[in-house]
């Protein structure tokens, strides 16, 4: 996970819309983004979908909530991953939210913004539920047009949809082999929320209406299967790998260091002792821990994420770009470790190469905002202004900053040739800029 010194979470992380009263953002991290595809794969199979096409995302919000704004993601917020207790009860949320998209619970209510199927207007798509999803009231979808009103529509469910969520994801949990009590713990970490005041009540009770009734229907669906099928030791541990290496970024380095030796596994511990001392800025004993990682697992591409990016962080930028090389090859079509190798090559004043390791990553996961930033520079320092403006215009567009965007994209296109594929992926932010500013 990339730090930002001053927000104690770093990385990767792509801002999703200007929110004035809470902004919501991604966390882009490889090796959780990996435990979780781990997790959602039997569960996504089980419900008829391709893991390749669904992808879990985690949003930077403390507050329990998970959410579907499209077919192709589900979102799950970090505080949620935090809080659940087990692999079974994470494995259940996603199988609740792969419902949804399944028994067709969004299509019926968001045919406009399904249609919107440009690079651009995705990521505005993703912008506006994000912003939505963490509460705030002007996020109206920015580039989209939607009114804030009818994301809440969008993201919110009826009692019935959740009936029917419920009853598909208890069967897809049993048919992918997962313990179904995982759904019946996670309506127990909700228990009660009902009689709190709207302001009071977490997210989820509120897109995901919770009672009484449905907590009895959900015991009800799970004793109807009879097995108490065995937790998977393969789950078990991605989900303490995702769990640990995110506590070990947004809690105090101090809570780490106490509490990893408790960690599923030794891996693990080391891992979370690595995070925790580079955030201390100790050098040595960062590396110290993360190599002890990679001794117990020696051809793990996201352990060598991790200490390329304590090297790059630590001005140790020649030796982040061998480590991250390491890694790509490792895991060579992985866009946020791509992304990296491209960062430290910057970093070591090696523009060019760095090109050419950005626009690979780019090319599997234009989402990642911050990659869209290296590659414009990356783009600047080789003399290519007009690809560095078009990469920045779509960087804006993603945030939902569509001044900003239409700027950088009527730049690009006075610059690129006119009729090429940068000069078209311009005008499609450019337009879509003018669309938002009209409205």
Request: aromatic fraction near 4%; proline fraction near 4%.
């Given at each position: 996970?990339?730090?930002i010194k001053?927000?104690?979470?770093a990385?990767?992380v792509?801002?999703?819309?200007?929110v004035?009263a809470?902004a919501?953002?991604?966390?882009?991290d490889?090796?959780?983004?990996y435990?979780?595809?781990?997790?959602?794969?039997?569960?996504?199979?089980?419900?008829?979908?391709?893991?390749?096409?669904?992808r879990?995302l985690l949003?930077?919000?403390?507050?329990?909530?998970?959410f579907?704004?499209?077919?192709?993601?589900?979102?799950?917020?970090t505080?949620?991953?935090?809080?659940?207790?087990?692999?079974?009860?994470?494995?259940?949320?996603?199988?609740?939210?792969a419902?949804?998209?399944?028994?067709?619970?969004?299509?019926r209510?968001?045919?406009n913004?399904?249609?919107?199927?440009?690079?651009?207007?995705?990521?505005?798509?993703?912008?506006?539920?994000?912003?939505?999803?963490?509460?705030?009231q002007?996020?109206?979808?920015?580039?989209?047009?939607?009114?804030?009103?009818?994301?809440?529509?969008?993201?919110?469910?009826?009692?019935?949809?959740?009936?029917?969520?419920?009853?598909?994801?208890?069967?897809?949990?049993?048919?992918?082999?997962?313990?179904?009590?995982?759904?019946?713990?996670?309506?127990?970490m909700?228990?009660?929320?009902?009689a709190?005041?709207?302001?009071?009540?977490?997210?989820?009770?509120?897109?995901?209406?919770?009672?009484?009734?449905?907590m009895?229907a959900?015991?009800?669906?799970?004793?109807?299967?009879?097995?108490?099928l065995?937790?998977?030791?393969?789950?078990?541990?991605?989900?303490?790998?995702a769990?640990?290496?995110?506590?070990?970024?947004?809690?105090a380095?101090?809570?780490?260091l106490?509490r990893a030796?408790d960690?599923?596994t030794?891996?693990?511990?080391l891992?979370?002792q690595?995070?925790?001392h580079h955030?201390?800025s100790?050098l040595?004993?960062?590396?110290a821990?993360?190599?002890?990682?990679?001794?117990?697992?020696?051809?793990?591409?996201?352990y060598?994420d991790?200490?390329?990016?304590?090297l790059?962080?630590?001005?140790?930028?020649?030796?982040?770009?061998?480590?991250?090389?390491?890694?790509?090859?490792?895991?060579?079509?992985?866009?946020?470790?791509?992304?990296?190798?491209?960062?430290?090559?910057?970093?070591?004043?090696r523009?060019?190469?760095?090109?050419?390791?950005?626009?690979?990553?780019r090319?599997?996961?234009?989402?990642?905002?911050?990659?869209?930033r290296?590659?414009?520079?990356a783009?600047?320092k080789?003399?290519q202004?007009?690809m560095?403006?078009?990469?920045?215009?779509e960087?804006?567009?993603?945030?939902?900053?569509?001044k900003?965007?239409?700027?950088?994209?009527?730049?690009?296109v006075?610059?690129l040739?006119?009729?090429?594929?940068p000069?078209?992926?311009?005008?499609d932010?450019l337009?879509?800029?003018?669309?938002?500013?009209?409205?």
């Open positions: 996970m990339h730090l001053t927000l104690c979470l990385v990767g792509m801002a999703l819309a200007a004035p809470r919501a953002s991604l966390i882009r490889a090796d959780i983004e435990a979780l595809a781990q997790l959602a794969d039997p569960i996504l199979r089980a419900a008829g979908l391709s893991p390749a096409q669904v879990v949003v930077n919000d403390s507050s329990l909530n998970a579907v704004a499209d077919t192709q993601h589900i979102f799950i917020h505080g949620l991953l935090l809080k659940l207790p087990n692999a079974r009860s994470l494995q259940a949320v996603i199988a609740h939210e419902a949804h998209i399944t028994n067709g619970h969004l299509t209510r968001a045919g913004v399904a249609s919107a199927r440009t690079a651009a207007g995705l990521g505005m798509i993703l912008a506006a539920a994000a912003a939505a999803a963490g509460g705030g002007a996020a109206a979808g920015v580039a989209i047009g939607t009114q804030s009103s009818a994301l809440r529509v969008l993201l919110g469910h009826s009692r019935a949809e959740e009936a029917s969520a419920d009853q598909s994801s208890v069967r897809y949990m049993v048919r992918a082999g997962v313990n179904p009590k995982g759904a019946v713990e996670v309506h127990e909700f228990k009660g929320q009902e709190l005041s709207v302001s009071r009540q977490d997210p989820y009770t509120r897109s995901h209406p919770l009672n009484r009734d449905r009895r959900m015991q009800g669906f799970v004793a109807a299967y009879g097995k108490d065995p937790d998977s030791n393969a789950a078990l541990y991605w989900f303490a790998r769990q640990g290496k995110l506590s070990a970024f947004t809690r380095p101090g809570w780490t106490r030796k960690s599923a030794q891996d693990i511990a891992m979370r690595a995070a925790a955030r201390q100790d040595k004993n960062a590396l821990s993360i190599d002890g990682a990679l001794k117990l697992r020696p051809r793990d591409p996201f060598m991790l200490k390329g990016q304590i790059l962080e630590s001005r140790q930028a020649g030796a982040a770009v061998n480590t991250y090389a390491q890694a790509s090859k490792l895991a060579p079509r992985n866009a946020l470790i791509l992304g990296g190798l491209g960062r430290a090559l910057l970093a070591a004043d523009p060019r190469d760095a090109l050419s390791a950005l626009e690979k990553a090319d599997r996961d234009w989402r990642d905002a911050r990659v869209l290296d590659l414009s520079v783009y600047a080789t003399g202004t007009g560095a403006s078009v990469v920045t215009a960087r804006y567009a993603l945030q939902g900053r569509m900003d965007a239409g700027l950088h994209a009527k730049r690009a006075d610059l040739p006119r009729g090429s594929g000069w078209q992926r311009a005008q932010v337009l879509t800029a003018e669309r938002a500013t009209k409205r």
